[in-house]
């Protein structure tokens, strides 16, 4: 089983924090390691102890057991033990000798106590047997679960350990306050064919069991070498400066974490020299407030309440000597005074780096960036009317836009323009409801609007090279089709008698329906069953 702080696995050579005995120093391999320094020196206790610490499922619990002479184990075997609830269970010796007398003190365990005792030494049997327990645990555990939640039970299920034997299971839950768990363990009996036992934990014994890396990229300290939990407030927070930011004062296990009493002690000790009121102070210039402190290099950080554009930075016996003239009935007059009543005492100065600073010698070239090229719209319409007039223009020598309007306004109207060159635009198909197709005196009065011209319609011809005057060109009747304009406005088209009015072409449907009918009458008699 590898680790994750030195990086070692079992089997191999003891590298990289890793001892002799085949733990691991940093609590990667197990949890709350212990090192039996007396045992790997080889050193003989002069007052032989006959109770050792054996260790199960890796660190998670640990318990004393009394070890008989006859049986002949050291510190790090695997022996079988009784269990106190009846069968046996198989562990590891994490401890022996005079190392147990200071655990058993420091757990307030008394020596004379009523104890159970170490059976023998595990064998290959033993060994295969708890490997077997040991990978139903997640599986259970998962089921566990699922049985708590159908019983709407307000309780977790952190962890499940089984018994050496097999005999017996425990579940280690969290849970706000008291859960009634009898229906809960009748269904666990029933599913897993075990004896049940339940134990309540804290959010911290549950983190400290399952184990993790905390903010600080370390293995958490309760699941390697902290024992004891203590209560942590706010108040070390406050004591430190820090942000109270609950996502960020919380560990693993949603508590605060615990590493914030680690230098507390340390915090308040500097803080002793510190005035206690010290958070507004009177000056002639305004009243001036506390920003922040600097609790090692015993700084503090002012600024005035109406303009906080300026910090001054003021020592503590600066500040003390303000409080002092205060106290007197004087006041001083601005910030900049007390600045320069008693100047702080000469600070260290800083040690020369034993490097070299490379600043100014060593410069990384500034990253040249490819400008992106933009895409060309149309570049097929790069020739576009607007080049093209401009180059009639050149050619004419007129260059006016008043004469491109011109041209533009005698192409719109359907009139041929005057090119140089005498160049003239080949005969193009008039459009079928636009304003060109129908005389000058009818184009104000409809609306332009585009319809839709039928395949089969025929096309008319327009002579569009007709540069007569509107008067002198023949008149011919406006077309109704594409005419939005109401039908008593409509001109008048007539016809001979005799002439029927044109048929409209068909657009599919009734030739559609006609073949429809057809096949129907061909095919009728006619199937897959049925014989022709």
């Not at 309760?222 to 560990?251: D, H, M, P």
């Not at 184009?443 to 089969?456: D, I």
């Not at 008048?492 to 068909?506: A, G, L, S, V």
Request: hydrophobic share 25%.
């Amino acid at each position: 089983m590898g680790c994750i702080g030195c990086s070692c696995s079992t089997g191999k050579d003891a590298v990289s924090g890793c001892r002799s005995n085949g733990g691991c120093a940093s609590g990667g391999c197990n949890r709350h390691n212990t090192y039996d320094w007396i045992t790997a020196a080889g050193i003989t206790d002069a007052r032989p102890f006959d109770i050792v610490e054996v260790s199960f499922k890796n660190g998670s619990r640990k318990e004393f057991f009394k070890n008989p002479p006859f049986t002949r184990t050291i510190t790090g075997d695997w022996v079988v033990v009784e269990s106190a609830t009846g069968g046996f269970d198989v562990g590891k010796i994490s401890l022996s000798g005079e190392l147990v007398r200071l655990q058993m003190k420091r757990k307030r365990v008394r020596s004379d106590a009523r104890l159970q005792q170490v059976v023998r030494k595990a064998h290959e049997r033993d060994l295969e047997r708890l490997d077997e327990v040991r990978q139903q645990e997640k599986e259970v555990m998962i089921r566990a679960r699922a049985i708590a939640r159908t019983l709407d039970l307000n309780m977790k299920v952190g962890d499940v350990e089984f018994q050496g034997d097999g005999r017996k299971c425990t579940f280690y839950y969290t849970a706000d306050g008291r859960v009634d768990f009898r229906e809960l363990i009748r269904h666990y009996a029933r599913e897993f064919k075990v004896k049940i036992e339940m134990r309540q934990i804290g959010a911290r014994q549950e983190s400290a069991r399952i184990g993790g890396l905390g903010n600080c990229g370390r293995e958490l300290c309760c699941s390697t070498w902290l024992a004891e939990f203590k209560s942590v407030n706010t108040a070390a927070a406050r004591y430190q400066n820090l942000a109270i930011n609950q996502t960020k004062l919380s560990g693993m296990c949603g508590r605060l974490k615990c590493c914030l009493n680690y230098e507390l002690d340390t915090y308040i000790d500097a803080l002793e020299d510190f005035p206690d009121r010290a958070e507004k102070m009177r000056t002639a210039a305004g009243l001036a407030i506390l920003i922040k402190t600097d609790v090692f290099k015993r700084l503090m950080y002012y600024t005035y309440a109406e303009n906080r554009g300026k910090l001054f930075i003021l020592h503590v016996d600066q500040v003390w000597d303000a409080l002092d003239m205060i106290k007197r009935g004087e006041m001083p007059g601005s910030l900049e005074d007390i600045l320069a009543m008693a100047p702080p005492p000469d600070e260290v100065e800083d040690e020369e780096p034993d490097f070299e600073n490379v600043d100014n010698v060593i410069q990384l070239p500034i990253e040249k960036r490819k400008k992106k090229k933009k895409k060309k719209k149309n570049a097929r319409a790069g020739q576009s009317v607007a080049a093209a007039v401009e180059k009639e223009d050149r050619q004419s020598g007129t260059g006016g836009a008043p004469q491109r309007q011109h041209q533009r306004g005698q192409r719109g109207g359907g009139q041929q323009s005057n090119r140089p060159g005498n160049e003239q635009r080949p005969p193009q198909r008039p459009q079928q409801g636009k304003p060109g197709n129908r005389p000058p005196e009818q184009r104000q009065q409809q609306p332009t609007e585009k319809t839709e011209q039928r395949p089969n319609e025929p096309r008319q011809q327009q002579n569009k090279g007709d540069n007569r005057p509107p008067d002198q060109r023949q008149q011919r009747p406006p077309e109704n089709k594409g005419d939005n304009r109401p039908p008593e406005q409509r001109p008048q088209q007539q016809r001979p008698p005799d002439e029927r009015p044109p048929q409209q072409p068909d657009q599919g449907g009734e030739k559609n329906r006609d073949n429809r009918r057809r096949d129907k009458r061909r095919f009728k008699g006619k199937g897959p069953n049925k014989k022709d």
